[in-house]
Each structure stands twice: as C-alpha cells, then as structure tokens.
C-alpha cells in the first residue's frame, strides 16, 4: 500500500506501436530464495507449487570480447548560436485508451510483437485526508479489451512487488521483481512468467536473487520465446528451457531490443555511461560486448555530468 497522489490513468498508444523503458523501484538488500513457487489461473490465485526457477548455476560459457572504442570519441556542442532543432505542427496517429475509468495509474508497460499491450496497474482511493493506492495487478489489452491478471505470490509470503516486466505477445509475458515475508523481512526475487493461460511465480536462486528484481531491474523480450533481464553485472537469458546466466561487462540498467539485437545501458543506476552488446555468429550465442560511449561536451554552466538513462534500437546499425 502506498499512500500518494495519482490522476486518472491513461495510456497514450501510436497506431504504429510504442515502447517503454521499466520503472524501477529501489530495494536494500537480498537473501536466499525459498525453493517453492506458486501458479495461478488467470485470473485466479495460488494453487499448485512448482519447483524455483531454473538458471544455470555458473554464468554460461560466453567469449570476452574486446570493447570497441567509441567513434569519435567525443560529441562536441554545435557552434553557439546554430539553431538546428525547429519545431513544427504534424498530424499525430496517437489516440486515447482507458486503462480503469476508476482512479488509478499505470506504472510498467511492455508491448508484445503482435501488438498485445501488458501494463501493471495501482488502483487510488480516497480515505479521509489521504488517497491509498494499492496494486490493480496486471492488465492486458488484446482485441480491444483490458484483462486483469493476478501474479500468485510465493507460498508463506505477501504480495509480490513488479519492478520490470517484458512481452513477446498475448499469451507470453514475464514480470520481474522481489516478494517479502509475510512480516516484512527476507525479501527475495522472483520472476512471474505467463504461458498457456495462466501466471505461475518462481523464487530466483543465488546469485542472481541477489540483483535481479532488485530496483534498476530491466526485461525484454527478444525473439520467439527469448527474453532478457539485466540489472547490475548480472544478465539472464530465457532460452525456452531455462534462464542462463551472464555476467556483464559493465553495469546496465535499461534494455532494448529489435529482433535479435539486444542492447544495454546503464540506465538508472547511474555512474559513468556504458553501453554493450549482445553478439551472436551463425546464431550461436557468443557473449556481451562493450561499446564505447562518446563523451559528450556540456554547456558552460555547471553540470552534474551525463547518464545514459535508456536505448532504442531500431536496427542493426541503428540504435
């Protein structure tokens, strides 16, 4: 439950599609996942355990790849006084879509490849003095219509909270995040996975429980039945069968993808800007190499410095 102020939720969708980077929501600490997990129908709640997640206990045998040097190396201001950004009137193909005509918000999205909207959702209401909100669960939109979703909680523990969720279409999706105890300690990660109708909710194992679902926790979906989350130094990639893990070369926060070009960066943790790739050869997974960001010249006025908060990539050679 959270206590604060939201309007009325909308979602502004383009008829050619949209993206979203994940919210992030920060945590202190992690410790050893239990070893049980939940399913759910949908919408339903907890009912059969499953065993945890299955990852791959050593990051996955990937090539060090050298990092490639940022070209140029430095991205200098244009000359004082150019005025090379105009701002002009164009017609708009976004429209209005309720998510709940009840109070409320939207705070995660992910768009599917099908065009299937996934979107976790707080619902608001007014006690006395105060505005509560409380978690709405999460709601899909495919075929014109909303659906709300409930994501089972771990056996023995409260609500799960969802820091990044991804979708590869109307019947796969996956949402991040960590679940306490029921008296509000041992927090652990868990990831929430939707497939043949239904939500089911795993424990992480170390040492990814030890970051992933933790705040600055990114996901994307990446191809058919491939799926990324990265946070910190450690990545997770869903083959089909189970989440190898990798280790990153530096930091990341924020994900993007287009097809199978997966990239990251740093997003917002901060620190000194990164970005990296993930490489493959003959569809052979290979590893995650690091690019080189140019440094970026600032005004005259003093500035705290630049952080990469998200990417796009809308191709190959274009990101």
């Given at each position: 439950m959270r206590t604060v102020s939201r309007a009325l939720a909308v979602l502004m969708v383009a008829v050619a599609g949209c993206a979203s980077s994940p919210d992030a929501t920060p945590a202190d600490r992690a410790s050893t996942p239990g070893v049980i997990g939940g399913r759910t129908p949908a919408p339903g709640r907890a009912a059969d355990a499953k065993p945890?997640?299955?990852?791959?206990?050593?990051?996955?045998?990937?090539?060090?790849?050298?990092?490639?040097?940022?070209?140029?190396?430095?991205?200098?201001?244009?000359?004082?006084?150019?005025?090379?950004?105009?701002?002009?009137?164009?017609?708009?193909?976004?429209?209005?879509?309720?998510?709940?005509?009840?109070?409320?918000?939207?705070?995660?999205?992910?768009?599917?490849?099908?065009?299937?909207?996934?979107?976790?959702?707080?619902?608001?209401?007014?006690?006395?003095?105060?505005?509560?909100?409380?978690?709405?669960?999460?709601?899909?939109?495919?075929?014109?219509?909303?659906?709300?979703?409930?994501?089972?909680?771990?056996?023995?523990?409260?609500?799960?909270?969802?820091?990044?969720?991804?979708?590869?279409?109307?019947?796969?999706?996956?949402?991040?995040?960590?679940?306490?105890?029921?008296?509000?300690?041992?927090?652990?990660?868990?990831?929430?996975?939707?497939?043949?109708?239904?939500?089911?909710?795993?424990?992480?194992?170390?040492?990814?429980?030890?970051?992933?679902?933790?705040?600055?926790?990114?996901?994307?979906?990446?191809?058919?039945?491939?799926?990324?989350?990265?946070?910190?130094?450690?990545?997770?990639?869903?083959?089909g069968r189970e989440w190898q893990h990798y280790r990153l070369p530096a930091e990341a926060g924020a994900l993007s993808s287009q097809d199978e070009q997966v990239w990251a960066v740093t997003g917002g943790r901060g620190g000194q800007p990164a970005a990296m790739r993930w490489e493959q050869v003959d569809r052979e997974q290979v590893g995650w190499r690091l690019i080189g960001v140019p440094v970026l010249e600032t005004p005259d006025h003093e500035v705290s410095g630049s952080v990469l908060r998200d990417v796009g990539v809308i191709g190959p050679d274009d990101v």
């Open positions: 945890m997640a299955v990852i791959s206990p050593r990051p996955a045998g990937a090539t060090e790849l050298q990092p490639l040097p940022a070209r140029p190396a430095r991205c200098a201001l244009p000359p004082e006084g150019r005025d090379d950004l105009r701002a002009s009137d164009v017609a708009t193909a976004w429209r209005t879509l309720w998510v709940d005509r009840a109070r409320g918000s939207i705070d995660l999205l992910a768009v599917a490849a099908d065009g299937a909207l996934w979107a976790t959702f707080w619902t608001e209401r007014q006690r006395g003095t105060s505005l509560e909100t409380r978690d709405g669960g999460v709601r899909r939109r495919d075929g014109g219509a909303w659906r709300t979703f409930e994501i089972p909680p771990l056996p023995d523990r409260g609500a799960p909270s969802v820091v990044a969720l991804a979708a590869a279409s109307a019947d796969k999706a996956w949402a991040i995040g960590n679940s306490s105890g029921r008296k509000g300690g041992d927090t652990i990660g868990f990831i929430g996975t939707y497939e043949r109708g239904r939500w089911r909710s795993e424990a992480l194992a170390k040492p990814a429980a030890d970051t992933i679902g933790w705040g600055f926790t990114a996901a994307r979906s990446a191809g058919a039945n491939r799926a990324w989350t990265v946070n910190g130094r450690v990545g997770l990639l869903w083959t």
